[in-house]
């Protein structure tokens, strides 16, 4: 088995396609993503201890609290086995930094990029509050912009499609003003910190475009990946 030797950051405002863009990345080879979204919904859909706990930040919109976020991405950091670690929208607060940086440490990684998405706040809302999912298989759909081929229901595995409660119009409006609030410092620490290793991506461009470009810069910096 591998151990993963390198990590990799992926921020931006809700709705700027991080899950996407990431789940394609993780489709190449030596890549693995932790999704920190999706783990924390995973937690609330099984009804775990950590579920019940996490619930009910998430249908406010806020914050997780940073000790449940940390104990969610560990245990997922224990079944990893790619040379690279691709994380998925963490750290999301300035108070997930020091998480951050201790589970690199503790997991002998060494960070290699930051990726930041840019878009509108328009266009998030938009894209967000046309979001469905699918509970079986993590399937994302638009009816706006990519619609399943059946009102409602997932194309790959038949299930029935869901909007999460965090993708309402008004929690969206109220995770964008979370995400100025929180995670714009956190963007900020990365360009002070670590300004070599941060660069910013326009998250509207076509996306095989933005997979394109992301694709060669994290073959270009990180160990271990293969050369676009």
């Known amino acids: ?4 030797k390198c990590a990799a ?16 990345l993780a489709g190449r080879n030596g890549i693995s993503v932790i999704e920190t979204g999706n783990l924390l919904e995973q937690e609330i859909r099984h009804g775990t201890p950590l579920g019940l706990q996490i619930k009910p930040y998430k249908i406010e919109g806020a914050l997780v609290p940073s000790e449940l976020v940390r104990q969610v991405i560990t245990g997922e ?10 994380f998925d929208g963490f750290p999301r607060s300035v108070a997930q930094i ?14 290699c990029a930051v990726i930041v998405l840019s878009i509108d706040s328009q266009t998030v809302i938009r894209r967000l509050s046309g979001r469905r999912m699918c509970p079986n298989c993590g399937a994302i759909y638009n009816v706006y912009m990519s ?29 964008l003003k979370g995400y ?9 620490f990365f360009r ?13 461009q076509p996306p095989d475009q933005l997979l394109n470009h992301v694709w060669r810069r994290l073959g270009e910096v990180c160990c271990g990946m293969p050369r676009p």
């Open 77 to 86: 950091l224990e079944r990893v086995q790619a040379e690279l670690v691709l």
């Open 1 to 4: 088995m591998n151990e993963p």
């Open 98 to 111: 020091e998480i951050f940086l201790q589970l690199l440490k503790e997991q002998h990684l060494s960070l």
């Open 147 to 175: 619609p399943p081929k059946q009102d409602g229901i997932c194309d790959r595995c038949g299930g029935r499609l869901i909007q999460r409660e965090d993708d309402r119009a008004e929690v969206v409006r109220e995770r």
């Open 192 to 204: 002070r910190k670590f300004g070599r290793l941060t660069w910013e991506e326009t998250a509207t």
């Open 180 to 188: 100025e609030r929180e995670t714009l410092p956190v963007v900020e």
């Open 9 to 24: 950051v992926l921020l931006g405002p809700p709705g700027s396609g991080k899950t996407t863009l990431a789940r394609t």
